[in-house]
């Protein structure tokens, strides 16, 4: 496609639940991460995929956030047992390669209530 | 953690001023880029600069990298309404197979007509 797609755009969760993002990334592109936003604060890094492996994890908060890319294209962030501080837009970006800039989705805002 | 401070935090001036915004870490990154996000968008790429010293200009923003690759700042002239949205800095860093982004705190741009 022509560029990054994020779904849903909104999601609302009640505690305890689980939930899956959804990311499209650009055809071709074979770097693909994930950032959390919170309220009026910068991207922090959570995950960083080339093609299918999962080269950096270090940012996932705790281990209730797990990512996958499993053929190297779409990627799935899920959270297990939501809780209010998930509460966030999730951003999803593509890059064609290591070092390339990033063009990112419109994210997903997450409500946990 | 590599941290990246933006200043100032928040910014609101009247259409045709112009404005400075700084972002500085005491962390020494591999390229730096500035970015543009609009509410409920994803940030947008504005620059990339990777040579410390190095000067861009599109139209009538400036973006410089400092010498030490540490610190950058990006000049608006004459600001225009079009121009609010909230900018961010983002440095680069090559660490587990990745050149990850880490981005600074943020400086909400208001331009009043």
């Known amino acids: 496609g022509a560029g990054v797609s994020q779904s849903p755009r909104y999601k609302v969760a009640k505690r305890g639940q689980d939930v899956a993002l959804r990311c499209d990334p650009i055809s071709g592109h074979v770097s693909l991460f994930w950032y959390q936003q919170a309220l009026g604060q910068g991207p922090e890094f959570l995950t960083y995929f080339q093609n299918e492996a999962q080269l950096d994890k270090s940012g996932l908060p705790s281990d209730r956030f797990f990512a996958e890319r499993p053929e190297g294209s779409v990627s799935t962030l899920k959270i297990q047992r939501t809780q209010q501080e998930d509460s966030a837009v999730y951003l999803c970006?593509?890059?064609?390669?290591?070092?390339?800039?990033?063009?990112f989705g419109s994210g997903t805002r997450l409500t946990v209530v | 953690t590599q941290l990246l401070e933006q200043s100032p935090q928040f910014l609101s001036i009247q259409e045709g001023e112009n404005l400075t915004v700084y972002c500085n870490s005491s962390s020494v990154f591999s390229s730096l880029q500035w970015y543009r996000q609009e509410p409920g968008e994803g940030p947008v790429l504005l620059v990339t600069?990777?040579?410390?010293?190095e000067v861009k200009k599109l139209k009538r923003l400036t973006f410089q990298f400092g010498d030490a690759r540490k610190d950058s700042s990006l000049h608006i002239t004459a600001a225009q309404p079009g121009d609010t949205g909230l900018y961010l800095c983002a440095g680069g860093s090559y660490q587990g197979g990745a050149n990850n982004l880490f981005f600074g705190t943020g400086t909400r741009l208001t331009v009043i007509p």
């Open positions: 970006a593509s890059s064609l390669a290591p070092g390339y800039g990033y063009t």
């Open positions: 600069v990777v040579t410390g010293g």
